[in-house]
């Protein structure tokens, strides 16, 4: 008996769709697949860098840098500085907290009550220049302001070059 006598025997009978067909199919999987991850990650952040969009429950930052310092200002309407964890560890700005609204409605009846606490953490990496042992917090109208000076090294002072006669 030889090899392509037993090929022959275990054949099935399901029949085998050519190439073409299956190309509709792939495409389709793909668009659903798609979808999927879509719905999975709609609003996660997928970060390139660091400093890319914020993911949703996150507060709203802006990053200003000028010829000393960083600034970082994030939006915390309605949050009491209380309330606030600021920290700067390993190079990274640290920002976590919780908005907890309390309320005393007892003769109410609540039909839907939405979003009565919540909380955040955001973390930012700060660049290699930044001397993360200066920085200060401050807090005022719901907007949260960590300035981080730079390192001296790394302030360029202007050097004024002295001009040689060509020979």
């Known amino acids: 008996m030889t090899i392509r006598d037993l090929v022959n025997k275990t054949r099935s009978s399901v029949p085998v769709r050519q190439a073409a067909a299956l190309v509709p199919s792939f495409t389709a999987m793909q668009e659903e697949m798609n979808r999927l991850f879509d719905r999975i990650y709609n609003g996660l952040q997928v970060r390139l860098t660091d400093w890319d969009d914020k993911a949703p429950g996150q507060p709203a930052v802006n990053i200003i840098e000028n010829g000393n310092s960083f600034r970082v200002e994030a939006e915390l309407p309605g949050l009491n500085p209380e309330a606030l964890d600021v920290s700067v560890t390993d190079g990274f700005l640290t920002i976590k907290g919780d908005k907890t609204e ?4 007892k003769d109410e009846n609540y039909i839907c009550c939405e979003c009565s606490s919540s909380s955040f953490y955001r973390q930012l990496a700060l660049p290699a220049t930044a001397d993360t042992r200066k ?19 790394a302030i360029q002072q202007p050097r004024k070059l002295q001009i040689k006669k060509a020979a």
């Open 135 to 153: 920085a200060e917090a401050s807090f005022k109208n719901g907007l949260l302001t960590v300035t981080v000076p730079k390192k001296a090294e």
């Open 102 to 105: 309390e309320k005393e409605e």
